[in-house]
């Protein structure tokens, strides 16, 4: 069945209590941001594409306070899945990636803040599930910037340079080129509303999506494949690659006519990124305006057909996702489904009548082994946390 996460107070106090337990007094600040599932828009947020993710009620949260030093930073994770060491310390003026991986995002936020920051002591805990897809790695950036900028009380005006820091701080301490989507969502997501992105000219736009008798439903196939680290960087050199041979700057000027320059080339594979980006820039936009309209017929059509270019044309999906897909199109009351993330395993994510929600999960569940659900609507993006009403 659908997993059942700890709410948000008892994620927030049990952080809080394991602060004081390990710092000996209690916190005074806490900062919180969400993870994220896209429902349409993969892979092109890196080839001046739209996106259109929304932002999950699951959260990194941190909680922390200023100790009396000027550049000492000590951080716990609470996560179970982080690398050892769970503790790190070290100086704000002498930072560098290395172990424990999980430190290096918050490294790298601290780096490009840009303003200094103060020793502080932290405790970190999460429940957006880590490695499948839902963007743990971003919730962990923007909720780390959120948090400095109460510790420093130096606050960006723009959003999106906040959103830029944190990519900027995957990029050079996790070594991950990924675009901007997760950072820009997890920054901006508002409650009952999902984000187009342009990710050409970072321009946003929320998209209202409140829809009583619909549920997102995650699923979560807990396979990873190990080539996913090492393909990400490839796609993406291969979509650049097409793009210089069709002789164009942007995939925004390109359409399916331009494809034909690629023909006869030595990797005609190329012609299979290309076409992804293409036809996916197109579904994208036009989910958003079927997303305005309230017409979720057609958003689950271009979900659909958006992973089937991923599987077929982009070839990031796997044997799980593909069967999570098939199964959930077989299930009374889904309107569509298909791959998020990164791929190679991760998640799924589908459209689903509520009336139905229950039984679709009933029958997926009966039919692939070791899955995971969560049920879910739209939700507020990074914020801080107000402590005083904690128990």
């Not at 929304?54 to 951080?75: E, Q, W």
Request: hydrophobic share 40%; glycine share 6%; proline share 3%.
């Amino acid at each position: 069945m659908a997993v059942q996460l700890p709410t948000f107070e008892d994620l927030l106090k049990k952080t809080a209590t394991s602060f004081e337990h390990i710092y000996k007094r209690k916190p005074d600040i806490a900062a919180c941001a969400p993870g994220r599932v896209n429902l349409i828009g993969e892979h092109i947020d890196y080839c001046d594409g739209f996106v259109l993710p929304m932002a999950l009620p699951m959260v990194t949260i941190i909680v922390g306070r200023k100790n009396d030093t000027k550049s000492d930073c000590n951080i716990t994770t609470m996560c179970a899945e982080a690398d050892q060491p769970k503790q790190v310390q070290f100086q704000i003026e002498n930072l560098c990636s290395g172990t424990p991986k999980w430190a290096n995002y918050v490294k790298g936020v601290i780096s490009h803040y840009g303003f200094s920051v103060p020793g502080f002591d932290a405790v970190i805990n999460t429940n957006v599930p880590i490695g499948g897809g839902l963007s743990s790695s971003a919730a962990l950036e923007v909720a780390t910037l959120k948090f400095i900028e109460i510790i420093a009380d130096e606050k960006y005006a723009k959003e999106k340079d906040k959103a830029l820091i944190c990519q900027k701080a995957e990029h050079t301490f996790a070594n991950m080129p990924c675009g901007i989507m997760d950072q820009f969502i997890s920054v901006m997501g508002k409650e009952k509303h999902a984000l187009l992105i342009d990710c050409q000219s970072l321009n946003v736009n929320h998209i209202p999506f409140d829809a009583e008798d619909l549920l997102v439903l995650i699923c979560n196939s807990n396979v990873k494949h190990e080539l996913s680290s090492s393909e990400y960087p490839t796609r993406r050199k291969q979509c650049s690659e097409a793009l210089k041979l069709m002789g164009l700057e942007s995939y925004r000027e390109a359409n399916l006519s331009h494809l034909k320059a690629l023909e006869g080339s030595a990797e005609n594979v190329l012609i299979k990124r290309a076409r992804h980006v293409i036809g996916e820039i197109e579904r994208t936009l036009k989910a958003s305006e079927a997303l305005k309209s309230c017409d979720f017929i057609t958003v689950g059509r271009l979900m659909l057909e958006s992973h089937k270019s991923l599987s077929s044309d982009f070839e990031v999906s796997c044997h799980e996702l593909d069967k999570l897909v098939d199964l959930a199109m077989q299930c009374n009351g889904v309107l569509g489904s298909r791959m998020t993330g990164g791929g190679f395993g991760g998640c799924t994510v589908s459209l689903v009548l509520s009336k139905e929600i229950d039984n679709v999960i009933k029958q997926i569940d009966s039919e692939y082994s070791g899955a995971t659900f969560y049920v879910c609507k739209p939700a507020d993006g990074a914020r801080a946390i107000d402590l005083g009403n904690l128990n």
